[in-house]
């Protein structure tokens, strides 16, 4: 299997998927993801495993519910507007407890929008994206190699903390190929899924739900969710970060956007400028500790989203102030190249003097 | 003395069926679905299949059934139960999947879930309780709700001008090659009530069986409360006046010869 393959990012996910070891697909057709339906109905037939085109997204979801609620490893995939019908389902995961991998390969919106690249689910994604007190673990990759070693790590994810995990693409790395491995690498220790619907022999019943209608229990149910996603806060942040120790002005960026601003990174260096980036990799839970201890020290902040600004939101929140958050980014399918980066960058340099004067009086 | 012969002689003939569970329900007097709860527990105890049947509840008044009936189960978004069950179906096809709806679940938000489950022939059993009406809501109209049925949103009667016809569910889904059986069945007297226990049998015998397709029974079930009738009044007005909207008998049977 260590073999190098060109594949586009929505096959590989597909068969990452399959090697990780999904039970299940469930899905129905919508650009710019499906060639993934396409794949994993053949392939899921190959291996012996459930594929079934649902009518809807509303009933794909609602399938990846009741395959999962029997233990089982299920998935699906949209794209923007699939997943905004999805969102019931997501809240009925994440309140009945119930492992799921959502993949979401973004386009424009809002609306029917286009079948180009976005970054404009990034809120719907890390805020829960449904109704309720709840979130989902949120993966952000940045090339095709990522997004295929994304799957297992969501599946594990998935069914260690028993709530829905969305892997969040764009139709830029869903379309493109990039030479890739698949390294079937060995899994975390998950625990038993006792609490699965096999049938009630020899034992009581078990029961899925997210109804509870006596007073105190449903506090008490959302309580036990946020002390689930403090441990994941705590465990589970993926982050990488690129000459930021002398860096005056720091990038912050996610998925393919990072792609760009790392070629516009490069080429500031390249011409002087103390610039570094740091890049999430899990949106949700999003890497607090390392932006702000990047605000420690004095430098501007640019977040660069192909959307009108949303993750620039979050920057904002853990850097309290301590440091100023700017943002640069193109809506509704817009892609900005390395030369729009870079100028914003070398607008920056001529800025900062005057904002360090600024802060200091 | 003789007497005293005859109490020890004396065996139960009729007692509370295992997967029915003992306690009370909260279900309002004469509501049909205690009726309805007892026949599936008594087929699942009869046809022995306790141990690997998952039920699905529904949202309505029948929401908390799986505090009634002793079997795995699991509660899903209003409609969608019928994509639930394609998922545990098809990924655990050694299991009976049976789905448990009313008719605001089944034949409003989740028409189309319900149709494409037919449509795909998932070896499902799914039990249809159409009370004409929304119970859990308080009484709104159901597309189930028949033509001058006064309800919390047709206050002044449905009139088929603005509201449209009722909603033969039973009709539209025999249509289907997918959907293998189908019938429609009363719980307003003893008579109609054995037939329904045979018709639900059959559906999820159908299943153990591992016949090709989806089983619907569709039981026309009393809501005294919101029909504002009294129990017995309303056993009586749905075998009179509901049967007049939905037709008792078996739409379909491909088991079974022309």
Redesign the interface.
């Known amino acids: 299997m260590n073999e190098r393959v060109l594949m586009c990012g929505n096959e590989a996910l597909a068969e990452a998927a399959i090697i990780a070891g999904c039970d299940a697909y469930f899905g129905y057709p919508i650009t710019p993801q499906n060639e993934i339906t396409a794949y994993m109905s053949r392939r899921m037939a190959e291996e012996g495993r459930v594929f079934v085109q649902s009518e809807s997204e509303l009933a794909a979801i609602n399938m990846v519910f009741g395959a999962s609620a029997t233990g089982k490893r299920a998935m699906t995939s949209s794209s923007s507007p699939g997943i905004s019908l999805m969102q019931e389902g997501i809240s009925y995961l994440a309140g009945a407890e119930l492992p799921a991998v959502v993949v979401n390969v973004m386009r424009g919106g809002p609306g029917l929008g286009n079948i180009a690249p976005s970054q404009g689910d990034y809120f719907q994604a890390t805020r829960g994206g449904g109704h309720g007190d709840y979130r989902t673990i949120v993966l952000g990759p940045w090339s095709v190699q990522e997004l295929v070693d994304c799957m297992p790590l969501a599946f594990d994810l998935a069914d260690q903390y028993r709530m829905p995990v969305v892997v969040l693409a764009d139709g830029i790395l869903g379309q493109m190929m990039e030479p890739i491995v698949f390294q079937k690498k060995p899994g975390r220790e998950l625990p038993p899924k006792d609490w699965a619907l096999t049938g009630a022999q020899g034992r009581e019943q078990n029961i899925v739900r997210s109804l509870w209608l006596v007073e105190g229990v449903l506090e008490e149910l959302n309580y036990k969710l946020q002390a689930k996603y403090e441990q994941i806060q705590k465990n589970e942040v993926l982050c990488e970060q690129y000459e930021v120790d002398d860096a005056e002005i720091i990038l912050v960026a996610y998925g393919i956007a990072a792609r760009i601003v790392r070629g516009a990174v490069d080429k500031a260096r390249q011409e002087g400028i103390k610039v570094g980036w740091i890049r999430p990799i899990t949106l949700w839970p999003f890497p607090t500790e390392q932006i702000s201890k990047a605000a420690e020290q004095f430098r501007i902040f640019l977040t660069v989203e192909m959307s009108l600004g949303q993750m620039v939101e979050d920057v904002k929140l853990v850097i309290a102030g301590k440091a100023p958050v700017l943002f640069y980014g193109r809506p509704g399918g817009g892609v900005p190249t390395v030369e729009e980066i870079l100028d914003k960058i070398r607008q920056l340099t001529i800025r900062k003097s005057k904002i360090k004067i600024k802060c200091k009086m | 003395m003789t007497f005293c012969v005859i109490l020890i002689a004396m065996k139960p003939v009729f007692t509370r069926t295992p997967t029915f569970k003992d306690c009370p329900t909260h279900y309002c007097p004469g509501c049909g679905h205690g009726i309805a709860h007892r026949l599936i527990a008594e087929t699942i105890d009869e046809l022995g299949i ?5 039920g699905i509840a529904p949202v309505g008044c029948s ?1 908390l059934a ?1 505090n009634y009936l ?8 209003h409609g ?1 139960a019928p ?6 179906k ?3 096809p050694d ?1 009976i999947i049976f789905s448990y709806q009313g008719d605001g679940d089944l034949a409003a938000i989740g028409t ?2 319900i149709i ?1 489950a037919a449509h ?1 022939a998932e070896q499902i059993t799914v039990i249809f309780i159409n009370n004409a009406v929304f119970g859990m809501t308080g009484g709104q109209m159901a597309p189930t709700t028949i033509l001058g049925q006064v309800t919390a949103t047709t206050q002044r009667g449905r009139n088929a001008r603005s509201e449209g016809y009722p909603l033969q569910i039973s009709e539209l889904l025999a249509v289907l090659p997918g959907a293998i059986y189908v019938e429609r069945c009363a719980l307003s007297s003893p008579a109609q009530i054995r037939k329904a226990k045979k018709a639900i049998k059959h559906a999820f015998k159908l299943q153990v069986d591992g016949a090709d397709g989806l089983s619907l029974v569709e039981l026309l079930s009393p809501c005294p409360t919101y029909w504002r009738m009294s129990p017995a009044k309303a056993m009586e007005w749905l075998e009179k006046e509901m049967t007049k909207s939905f037709p008792l008998g078996c739409l379909k049977d491909v088991t079974r010869g022309p």
């Open positions: 306790r141990g690997r049947t998952i929401v799986y002793d079997v795995d189960m699991v509660e899903v978004a969608r994509a639930v069950a394609t998922g545990m098809r990924t655990n299991k189309a879930e494409h795909r």
